[in-house]
Structure formats: C-alpha cells, structure tokens
C-alpha cells in the first residue's frame, strides 16, 4: 500500500509539474461551461437546475479523459521507465492502481474546479441538491472507467496517439450502444429487442443517465466500479506479458 | 546470490538467449562480454524480472524471481541499458521516488540519498529535470539510482557507457571497492574493464554461453599467448630473427615494423614462457644489438574475443534462428 501512495505521489508531481495539465483544466472548464450555457440551452430552460451541465460530461470526457490517461503507460514504455519501475519492489497491480488513482485525483480535482458553475446555478435559484450530489458522483465514477480504459490501451503501445484513438473509440461505443437514437436505429433494423436490453445496460450513457437525473441505483455504482476494475485487470495483464 | 540455470529466451520463433547457465556470489564481479545483439541485455532483463524467463530458473538470494519477484527486487540494485529516468522529474526528486519505493524514509532515507549523490558526484545537478542533464549526467543518476539503497546484489548494463575518462575511471574503483561485499554483474564492451574489475568472465554469442572463466583464463586462449615486443636498432631484421629463432626459448619471430634504424619484432615463446624474456635479453647482449624497446605483452583479449565470437548481426539472426 505504501509503494501506491509513493507511486500516486511521484505521478501527481509530475502531472502538476507539467504544463499540460494546466492546459487541460483550462480547456476542461472552458468546455463544460461552454456547453452547459451555450450548447445545453441553460437559459432557455428558465429552470435552476444543473442537468443541462451534467448532460455533456459522457461526450465531453471521451476527449478528455483519454487525453489524460493516454500517456500512462505509453510514455513509460517510450522512455524505458517501465524497465526502471517493474524491476523495483513493485508488484504490478501496486503499480497499475497507484497510476491510475493518480490519474482519478487529477480528474477529480478537474470536477471540484467546475464549482463555480453550482455556485451560480445556486444563485439563480434554489436547486436540489440531491441531483447535483449524484450527477457530480457519476461523473467522477464515469471518468474513473474512462481513465482505466485509456490506461488499458496506453499499456498497449508506446504510442500515445495510438492509445488515444483506441480508448476515444472504446469509450465512444459504450456511449453509443445506449444512446436512444442509436438503438433506435438498431429496433428499426430489426435487432431482437433482448439484445437491446443488454447493450444498454452495458452502455456508460444509459447508467449515467440515471445518475444525472438524481436516481440513486446501487447497480449504476456497481455497474461503473466493475467497469472500472475490468479495465484495471486487463491493463495488469498486458503489462505483465509485456514483451518490450 | 544470484544463481542462473538453463536460461532462455525467445521472442517469437527467435531464441535470443539459449540455455545460458551460471552464478555469482557475494565478492564477486561478473563481466557479460559478447557482441553487440548476444542477448547480453535481454539475460540481464530476466534477471532482473522484467522478462518472463522462456524456460529456466533465475534465483536472486534464494528468491526466485518468477514467483517471489518483490522479494528478489529488493536484493538487486539495477541500471537499466541507456540509464532511463523519469526526464520531466528533477535529480532530487527521482532519487527520493527511488528511494521511497525502496521503503526507505526519514533519515534512512535522507542518509541515503545523501550517500549516492557524494559517490556519484551529483551535488551541481540535483535541482536539475532530468531532460536537462548531459548523458553522462544521466548514467550517474542512474547508477545512484541503482546503489541507493546499498542492496547486496548490482546488476549494471554497460555503467561506463558515456563516461568521460575520469568517470570511468572512478566508476572502476567504485565497482570494486563495493565487490568486497556485493555480488555484481556487470556488461561491457571494453576489454580492459574486464581486466580492470571482474574476477569472472561470460561470453555470450548468439546467446550461447562461449566462455565461462577469469580473465587471465581468457587471456591465456588469445591465439598466440603472450609475445615479447622489441625493437632494435638494426638496419636489417632478417639477421635478428634468424639469431633469436635459433634459441630453444622462441616459437617465432615476426617483423611487425621497420623505421631508419630500427627494426620492430613480435617474439613468441615455445610452450613455457619460463625465461623466455631473460633468454631474448642475453641473446641480445651476446650480440652487441641494442635495443630501445623491449616488453612482454600479454594475450590480447581482444583477438580472444574476436575468435571466440563470430556473429554478426546478418549471422546472428540466422544462427539463432
Ligand atoms: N522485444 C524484443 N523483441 C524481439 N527481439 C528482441 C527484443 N528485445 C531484444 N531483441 C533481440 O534480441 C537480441 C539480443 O538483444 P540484446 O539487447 O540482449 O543484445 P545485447 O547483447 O545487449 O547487445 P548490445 O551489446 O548491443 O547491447 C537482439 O538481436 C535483439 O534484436
Ligand atoms: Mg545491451
């Protein structure tokens, strides 16, 4: 546990060391407001709430999160570190949580920083707080299975612009399999209404939806932390038969 | 400490490493000697766990690294070929990640640091990000990296690679000065560290093990041994060889060179080489020759090296095919 929180350490130092984590927030804050005021109509809706916010985040972190987790791997490998680190007492699962944890504390200080936003939202009128307190969860746990997808291709290649298509493309598909005008298209199709029911329960959008709209689902909870851990167990994997 | 046995590895149909068997104890340095593309890294990257091992068994202190990997990892120190390193970290705070992953802390810890950075010369440098510093620079960051946590066993990919003359030098009686109570595995493409530092010697060709031995073993098969290099003032060799061909002592004397005024040999001894030197120097004197240079070479491990390795890349592909 100790080699996690040392690793956690030396990969937020890095992070905040570097300006592309600046960058990122910037243009993370500069998008979500963007889209929430422009985009998600927030004005026209003459309502204080803030499910025109929350509404964007499935599309808004598939270019973002993979744009943090892409180099996780993919620059250890380039650098030759991965050598330095997998032959230092580390086992790999330490590693793999304590780069990943890191990566989720970053992004979790992205949300924190969206604050502004709920201050105005509070100020225009009196929201209920129990959507913003599930929306911000899901969102948090939407970009923990995110980051551990990106981090499952980034442990693929030394590529970094590989790893990011790759986990945009992942990501992509588990929004669009539940996206209403997709499996829409799917029932005109004639695809057996079973199949549909499955691909929107493994769909992020359809689970996040729920969350966004203030229902509190222990199943959502479960379906996202599986998620997640899968992605983290293939990422172990893959580094542990890695052949570079 | 570190024990190998029957080692391999192949990358896909490829065998980079076929069966290649050995082991080092504490107060010994092993040179890995072999040309470049002979597995020497790749052996190295097993050892260390960072490749699985295709077959064979590799135990670091008794713990075998496939099944007790964490274990064995702390025993080990380890510089990586090229000496990678976090470049975005500062010297400072690359040492202290390394040393707290290495579970050391407080003023274990700073003692530690503090230790590395005076054997390795990185007081200057240490506010420093690691893109910043010169290679040599980043080979010492490297290698403190590696003797941090003043582990029993160092495994160092080529850690003279890029030194200037004085680094080397001083890498040299580093190296040795902790073999007293190290097990140490060193890889090298200069001879003469060879020499300088190991008490044991492996080749490897085409990851074959060629030669397991001292280094005055491997000295001892250099095609013609050792030869006595002379030059005398004569304005002819041919008399001078003929003279010393005729004495029991010498094999063979060979014309290496001819200046104004004197004349350059290669004398070789006859089976012992017991005073085959003194036995040239009466000679000469008997003959009134005088000389300018007289001394004994020893066998060339490069010319061992040479004829003991014939692979080159072309070669190496098919013959580890
Ligand atoms: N990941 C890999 N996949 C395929 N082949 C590899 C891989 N890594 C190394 N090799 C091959 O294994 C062979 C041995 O490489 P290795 O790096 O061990 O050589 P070396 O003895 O250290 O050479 P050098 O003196 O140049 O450092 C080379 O032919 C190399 O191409
Ligand atoms: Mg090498």
Redesign the pocket.
Known sequence: MRNVLTIIRRELGATFTSPVAYVFLVIFLALSGFFTFMIGGFFLRNEADLSSFFFWFPWLFILLVPAVGMRQWAEERRQGTLELLFTMPVSIPEAVLGKFLAGWIFLGIALVLTCPIVFTVCYLGSPDPGPIATGYTGCFLLAGAYLAISGMTSAFTRNQIVSFITSTVLCLLLVLIGFPPVTNLLLKWGAPAWTLDLSADLSVFYHFTGMQRGVFDLRDIVYFLSLTAFALFVTGSVLKNR?? | MIEASNVRKN??A?T??GGVSFSVGKGEVLGFL??????????M?MITGFLPLSAGKITIGGYDIEENPVEAKQLFGYLP?NAPAYQDMTVAGFLDFSASIRRLSGKKKADAIARAVKLCHLENVLQQTIDTLSKGYRHRVGFAQAILHDPPVLIL??PTDGLDPNQKHEMRELIREMSRTKAIIV?T?ILEEVEAICTRVII?DR?KLVFNGTPRELQEKAPYGHRLRLTVCASDDAPVRAMLEKLPQVRKAELLGKQEKTVSLAVYPAGSEKDFVSAVKKALDEHKWEFCELYLEHGRLDEVFRSLTTSDAVE??EG?A
């Open positions: 052949r570079a | 990358f896909g490829r980079v490493v072999g040309p470049n593309g002979a597995g020497k890294s790749t052996t990257r070929e990919d080529e890889s493409h490897i990851g190496g592909k580890a």
